[in-house]
């Protein structure tokens, strides 16, 4: 069984920074694409950032210069570091993944989502 599991949510106040990370654990035997989603209060799921697993990132352009995707590749995590936030920013962030448990394909997983909340 595979899992996912987020940290470092919070509240903070506008322009202020937070780091979040997700830990994927289990019958683990490669990690393809890792991405962070987020969704806001009454607004559909939307892809925040993305990176492939030999670091090539891709960003909303509604994050593109405040946050910064990577990846630990040792240790199965994604990190989101999110610095200048914006109250906007603030919503239910997700990890997702394609993981490969034995497979030649791999399965996507969902975390359990960490609350980001952004002060004015």
């Known amino acids: 069984q595979v899992q996912l599991a987020e940290s470092g949510g919070g509240l903070v106040q506008a322009g202020g920074s937070l780091r979040l990370s997700c830990a994927a654990s289990?019958?683990?035997?490669?990690?393809?694409?890792m991405s962070w989603y987020r969704q806001a209060p009454g607004k559909q799921r939307e892809l925040a950032a993305t990176?492939?697993?030999?670091?090539?990132?891709n960003y909303a352009d509604s994050v593109k210069g405040r946050f910064t995707i990577s990846r630990d590749n040792a240790k199965n995590t994604v990190y989101l570091q999110m610095n200048a936030l914006k109250p906007e920013d603030t919503a239910v962030y997700y990890c997702?993944?394609?993981?490969?448990?034995?497979?030649?394909?791999?399965?996507?997983?969902w975390g359990q989502g960490t609350q980001v909340t952004v002060s004015p």
């Open positions: 289990g019958s683990i035997l490669g990690i393809g694409v």
């Open positions: 990176i492939s697993s030999g670091g090539s990132t």
């Open positions: 997702n993944a394609d993981i490969y448990i034995g497979a030649p394909y791999p399965l996507n997983y």
